[in-house]
């Protein structure tokens, strides 16, 4: 069973610094496509960055040029590097992974990110 993994959530002040992992168990394969989503309570879930399998990369724009994100394929774990943190950066970060050839995609369960003021 695949199994996606986050870590590294918490609270930080403004203007601080978070690195999100997440880990893919379960599985021998690449994922073709892995991504950070966010969402906040009345809020729909947005996407955050995602990187594909040869590296080119997206991010929504509010958090372009302070988050990046990376992959290591050979530990198929996903880095989302927070910088510059702001309060409305507040949400429940997910880990997406999508595997084409099985046409399947992954959740995390979610890790807590709170920046305060």
């Known amino acids: 069973q695949v199994q996606l993994v986050e870590s590294g959530g918490g609270l930080v002040q403004a203007g601080g610094s978070l690195r999100l992992s997440c880990a893919a168990s379960?599985?021998?394969?690449?994922?073709?496509?892995m991504a950070w989503y966010r969402q906040t309570p009345g809020k729909q879930r947005e996407l955050v960055a995602a990187i594909r399998s040869g590296g080119s990369t997206n991010y929504a724009d509010s958090v372009k040029g302070r988050f990046t994100i990376s992959r290591d394929n050979a530990k198929n774990t996903v880095i989302l590097q927070m910088n510059s943190l702001k309060p409305e950066d507040t949400a429940v970060y997910y880990c997406?992974?999508?595997?084409?050839?099985?046409?399947?995609?992954?959740w995390g369960q979610g890790t807590q990110v709170t920046v305060s003021s």
């Open positions: 379960g599985t021998s394969f690449s994922f073709n496509t």
């Open positions: 997406n992974a999508y595997y084409a050839l099985g046409r399947a995609e992954y």
